[in-house]
T-cell receptor, first 110, second 114 residues
Framework: GIQVEQSPPDLILQEGANSTLRCNFS?????LQWFHQNPWGQLINLFY???GTKQNGRLSATTVATERYSLLYISSSQTTDSGVYFC????????????FGKGTRLSVIA | DSGVTQTPKHLITATGQRVTLRCSPR?????VYWYQQSLDQGLQFLIH???????AKGNILERFSAQQFPDLHSELNLSSLELGDSALYFC?????????????FGQGTRLTVV
């Protein structure tokens, strides 16, 4: 099946710092989503971005489908950004579900 | 609020018991997916239903079963529970069969088997 690799696995930031999270995937996809899992366990949709670039406030994401990777940028990080960030992809064929990476655990300290 | 409702939020039960988790998808969404998140396995796909029909199965144990009803809500039944079944169970919904559509997740049901 498709492989989804996220890096780094763990990240500690000082409040106000910027960061880039990466998601590599092994096959052609028609759906890529970024999620934030907060400390209470909720999975919050950040971006639906099978290709191109999107921005939402301090967060932005870019997916280069032809090169099979996506990047999530967090600028001016805040303590509320802490949690785990997941990338999930769906294969570009058949009836397949979203496959999740193992996530990047982000800790933002004041 | 994603619009996907899961009940209950927390469940504590004993080994050997059976439980039912419930999911109401977003209004108009035909697809429901179930995922299991345990500490050592990450988010694992269990099963997908589309408009009442099973569409895909993942790593779902034989002790687990699911169905989607005519009103599109779904239930995940877990039986003969073991300690290792303790996990966060998520339901997600999307508009169509999944192709090129965004999936939204419920708040999850945290199951603790003691």
């Amino acid at each position: 099946g498709i492989q989804v690799e996220q890096s780094p696995p763990d990240l500690i930031l000082q409040e106000g710092a910027n960061s880039t999270l990466r998601c590599n995937f092994s096959d052609s996809v028609n759906n890529l989503q970024w999620f934030h899992q907060n400390p209470w366990g909720q999975l919050i949709n950040l971006f639906y971005i099978p290709s191109g670039t999107k921005q939402n406030g301090r967060l932005s994401a870019t997916t280069v489908a032809t090169e099979r990777y996506s990047l999530l940028y967090i600028s001016s990080s805040q303590t509320t950004d802490s949690g785990v960030y997941f990338c999930a992809v769906r294969l570009n064929s058949g009836n397949t579900p979203l496959v999740f990476g193992k996530g990047t655990r982000l800790s933002v300290i004041a | 609020d994603s619009g996907v409702t899961q009940t209950p939020k927390h469940l504590i039960t004993a080994t050997g018991q059976r439980v039912t988790l419930r999911c109401s998808p977003r209004s108009g969404d035909l697809s429901v997916y179930w995922y299991q998140q345990s500490l050592d396995q990450g988010l694992q796909f269990l099963i997908h239903y589309y408009n009442g029909e099973e569409r895909a199965k993942g790593n779902i144990l034989e002790r687990f079963s699911a169905q989607q009803f005519p009103d599109l809500h779904s239930e995940l039944n877990l039986s003969s529970l073991e300690l290792g079944d303790s996990a966060l169970y998520f339901c997600a919904s999307s508009a169509l069969g999944g192709l090129n559509t965004e999936a939204f997740f419920g708040q999850g049901t945290r199951l603790t088997v003691v």
